[in-house]
């Protein structure tokens, strides 16, 4: 199969390369001495990245803490399903999916990738592999900020910061489609992108004061940072302030505080799903692309806005 790889820490998104790999062991897989439990292969037709992953030690690194390079980067799947391990529960062999790939094992940009069922939820028909792949990691990043750990119930303030983004954009949807108030940060340029994909209003983090913001009910932090610490001021008492940005510098008067990675979840991928098939909500996808062309596609100085997508399949 073809296969983007990644061997050197220090060379970032220019040491991707498109290389020959062997297809998943599908008669191993199945059989009970070699199967990894609950594992499916699944045909990919499309992949998503983020832009920091080759910074994870679990990119470089098994479970166990040992090196597994070369390895296929792209935790972000839209594909079928075509081979079943010993002990896979929900999916079916001909089956359209999406989800999140293992952290610390081979990724999804590749013709195929194997995975965790459990990782998986179902894509219906009416709904493409590219949004299926766009909207899995932002989704459930933005699901879980927002409902999980940011507790978001109807009638709440949340301010969410790089409203315009893949994860931010999804955010605000996602609240505003919930019945909170959103308030959103970005630059200038971003307002009309941040005002389409719901907020309410739109602060300039260049020329804004952001303490117009305070009193909040959540802040769902992307930046962490000088952004991050100032934001923690802004949560009301009782409120929370949750960020996918690393443990913030300080922690909120009365109110709480969460730094997550998200995970994957069966349950949240369909109700994302569901939002996505009724258009309630849609990812942010700012470029699609051929596994040929990752490299250049991924790259942080010429990447679009939104999310880039990797289409394996036509």
């Not at 952001?210 to 962490?224: K, P, Q, S, T």
Request: charged share 20%; glycine share 12%.
């Amino acid at each position: 199969m073809k296969a983007i790889i990644v061997t050197d820490r220090t060379a970032g998104i220019a040491g991707m390369r498109l290389v020959d790999r062997p297809d998943p062991d599908v008669a191993r897989l199945a059989s009970l001495d070699g199967a990894s439990y609950g594992d499916v292969v699944v045909e990919v037709h499309a992949s998503g990245f983020t832009g920091n992953e080759l910074d994870w030690p679990s990119t470089w690194t098994d479970r166990e803490g040992r090196d597994r390079s070369p390895t296929i980067p792209g935790h972000e799947v839209a594909g079928v399903v075509t081979a079943l391990s010993y002990g896979a529960a929900g999916l079916a062999v001909g089956q359209r999916v999406f989800g999140l790939t293992d952290w610390t094992r081979d990724g999804s940009l590749a013709e195929y990738a194997v995975v965790e069922a459990r990782n998986l939820a179902p894509l219906a028909g009416d709904v493409d592999f590219v949004t299926g792949a766009g909207v899995a990691m932002t989704g459930l990043t933005a699901w879980q900020g927002l409902f999980e750990h940011g507790r978001l119930t109807a009638g709440q303030t949340v301010l969410v910061h790089g409203v315009a983004g893949a994860v931010g954009s999804m955010a605000a949807q996602l609240a505003r489609d919930a019945g909170a108030y959103v308030v959103g940060t970005g630059r200038a340029s971003h307002r009309l992108a941040a005002l389409d994909f719901g907020a309410n209003e739109f602060l300039d983090l260049e020329n804004d004061d952001l303490d117009d913001a305070a009193g909040v009910d959540l802040v769902f932090d992307v930046f962490g940072g000088d952004i991050g610490r100032r934001s923690v001021a802004l949560v009301r008492p009782g409120g929370t302030f949750v960020t996918v940005a690393g443990p913030p510098e300080g922690r909120p008067t009365d109110a709480r505080s969460v730094d997550f990675v998200v995970v994957s979840d069966r349950a949240q991928l369909t109700e994302i799903a569901h939002r996505v098939r009724t258009g309630r909500v849609r990812p942010h996808i700012g470029r699609v692309a051929e596994l040929a062309d990752a490299a250049s596609a991924l790259d942080p100085a010429t990447r679009a806005p939104g999310k880039t997508v990797i289409r394996i399949r036509p």
